[in-house]
Nanobody, 123 residues
């Protein structure tokens, strides 16, 4: 079992950057695939990015390709989401999630979730 805590959200102007962090508890973090999702008001939770347990494989949603980068540091039990060139449509609560499946991209495939961190991008 793993517990996840996100941080790093906030209010930024369009075009600026933020880095989200997700700290995991437990000694088995390196065995989990880690994903980032987001949910805007009135919308379903959507996939943003996923990284394999080694960090060797990543996959990003088309909406964030070229702007967002997912990475992980297994020594620190932490996964990151570097968000550049932010747009107002990136405004959402961002969640990290963990699972043992290979690069899952739907929320239903993840067993463990953080509480979320709010990202608001002003125009």
């Amino acid at each position: 079992q793993v517990q996840l805590v996100e941080s790093g959200g906030g209010l930024v102007q369009a075009g600026n950057s933020l880095r989200l962090s997700c700290a995991a508890s437990g000694r088995t973090f390196s065995t989990y695939t880690m994903g980032w999702f987001r949910q805007a008001p009135g919308k379903e939770r959507e996939f943003v990015a996923v990284i394999s347990w080694t960090g060797g494989s990543v996959y990003n949603a088309d909406s964030v390709k070229g702007r967002f980068t997912i990475s992980r540091d297994n020594a620190k039990n932490t996964v990151y989401l570097q968000m550049n060139s932010l747009k107002p449509e990136d405004t959402a609560v961002y969640y990290c999630a963990a699972d043992h499946k290979l690069l899952p991209r739907t929320p239903y495939e993840y067993d463990y979730w953080g509480q979320g961190t709010q990202v608001t991008v002003s125009s």
